[in-house]
């Protein structure tokens, strides 16, 4: 899913009309104001942006409007690039695909710290011997006119 544009009036919000025939929409999920930064800076610059508390010392990625541990309000202005590069915290190599058939090509899941959070994502251009804990890697991002405002705009993150 992409971003999703704003709405003026509530009542644009209670149904989709897909042109034949409306149906209620009882539910929707947004990322909110931080996440929506989030995923507009990966989409139109190709940045990473998360938030700063500088009380607590952290920073939260995706970026954030509270700090988890002091809840203070993190204002725009508490909202950093922080890079697209991390480090594997964890990883798997999944064998398998969710219906329990062998995969040809075993697909790289890892953890990757950036800043003092983790993104779970893909692993790319590299095999499962090369991987190992604190193994620096950067994010490998769809074209720009390809990014779509979602987790999907990164590909995976292959190794530096
Ligand atoms: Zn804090």
Not at 92 to 102: E, L, N, Y
Request: charged fraction near 30%.
């Amino acid at each position: 899913m992409g971003i999703l544009e704003r709405i003026t009036r509530n009542i644009d919000n209670r149904c989709w009309d897909p042109g034949v025939k409306a149906f209620p929409v009882k539910n929707r999920y947004t990322a909110g104001v931080a996440g929506q930064k989030f995923f507009e800076e990966i989409k139109e610059n190709g940045k990473f942006y998360g938030s700063r508390c500088e009380d607590c010392e952290i920073t939260y990625l995706p970026a954030r409007i509270y700090c988890e541990r002091c809840f203070a309000r993190l204002e725009e202005d508490n909202w950093i690039d922080v890079g697209t590069e991390g480090t594997v915290y964890s990883y798997t190599v999944m064998h398998q695909t969710k219906s329990g058939d062998h995969k040809e090509v075993p697909s790289l899941i890892a953890a990757v710290k950036i800043a003092d959070s983790l993104l779970i994502h893909r692993l790319g251009e590299c095999q499962p011997d090369d991987i190992q804990i604190g193994l620096p890697v950067k994010a490998k991002l769809k074209p720009k006119d390809k990014r779509q405002g979602g987790i999907e705009d990164i590909e995976y993150f292959k190794p530096l």
